[in-house]
């Protein structure tokens, strides 16, 4: 069974950092796509970020509204993959959720991912 395992989600002010991860845990997939959505009441879940590397070479996409100040990483010994976000704004509130394929999916389209977290959530606010 495949189990993907966030953390690091909490409330931090304007200007702040947080690191969240996500482990997964009985199938790896430095082979496929690691990614980062987020979610707002409301509103449908929106692409965040994601290391595709079923090519061989990993690439690296983000949203514009992030570009600049997160950074997606990973770790293939640990199969555990990172969301550094950095100058947190208000607007980046959300519920942060990884997701994972191990084929090569289109990054930017939620609906191929077969695996996702269960969710970590991120408050911005002094």
């Known amino acids: 069974q495949v189990q993907l395992v966030e953390s690091g989600g909490e409330l931090v002010q304007p200007g702040g950092s947080l690191r969240l991860s996500c482990a997964a845990h009985?199938?790896?997939?430095?082979?496929?796509?690691m990614a980062w959505f987020r979610q707002t009441p409301g509103k449908e879940r929106e692409f965040v970020a994601a290391i595709a590397g079923y090519t061989g070479v990993d690439y690296y996409y983000y949203s514009d509204s992030v570009q600049g100040r997160f950074t997606v990483s990973k770790d293939d010994a640990k199969n555990t993959w990172f969301l550094q976000m950095n100058s947190l704004k208000p607007e980046d509130t959300a519920a942060y959720y990884c997701?994972?394929?191990?084929?090569?999916?289109?990054?930017?389209?939620?609906?191929?991912?077969?695996?996702w977290g269960q969710g970590t959530q991120v408050t911005v606010a002094s």
């Open positions: 997701a994972a394929d191990s084929s090569s999916i289109h990054y930017l389209d939620k609906n191929e991912y077969d695996y």
């Open positions: 009985g199938r790896t997939f430095a082979r496929g796509v």
